[in-house]
């Protein structure tokens, strides 16, 4: 996961969207930020297209995002998707703490949003994969709350 993609700056590595949020908190220092990682996909009948989303969402005045698409031979299991779904958000979400601490950002809340919800056939899932998110850490959103995956990624799966 080291090449994304910014609709407004095009291909940019891990170091390069870092640089990008860093320099988007620091346009308004004072105001409220969230720093949201989310992922979606969509399987087809070759291979399943993941895409996870860095969301810093400037609270009540925009966001800015950026997201990277990779290909898997995966099967149809729903509950393996969403399973693989969490552990690359869980991975980002680790990756982008870390280089928050690093460079006194700590205090940045890092949030992961989920692709489940109550309504649908992924309910039965919600409890161990929020459960993975709280116990590694973060904040966990799901569906209708979860725009990170259900909106941005699952917008570059198709």
């Not at 720093?35 to 810093?56: E, H, K, L, P």
């Not at 649908?120 to 116990?135: H, N, P, Q, S």
Request: charged letters at 30%; aromatic letters at 12%; a negative charge.
């Amino acid at each position: 996961m080291d090449d994304f993609i910014s609709p407004s700056k095009g291909r940019l590595s891990f170091d390069e969207v870092f640089d990008d949020m860093m320099g988007y908190v620091q346009e308004y220092p004072d105001a409220e930020y969230k720093v949201i990682i989310g992922t979606d996909s969509q399987y087809s009948q070759d291979n399943t297209c993941f895409v996870t989303a860095i969301i810093v969402h400037r609270i009540g005045k925009g966001a800015r995002y950026y997201y990277t698409r990779e290909w898997e031979f995966m099967g149809k299991s729903l509950r393996q998707r969403i399973f693989y779904e969490t552990s690359r958000s869980l991975a980002l979400a680790s990756w982008v703490a870390e280089r928050l601490a690093e460079n006194g950002h700590a205090d940045l809340n890092v949030e992961i949003h989920l692709d489940v919800g109550v309504n649908g056939r992924t309910k039965e899932l919600i409890r161990e994969v929020t459960g993975m998110v709280i116990g590694s850490g973060f904040d966990a959103r799901i569906k209708p709350d979860s725009f990170g995956a259900s909106k941005v990624a699952d917008k570059f799966t198709k």
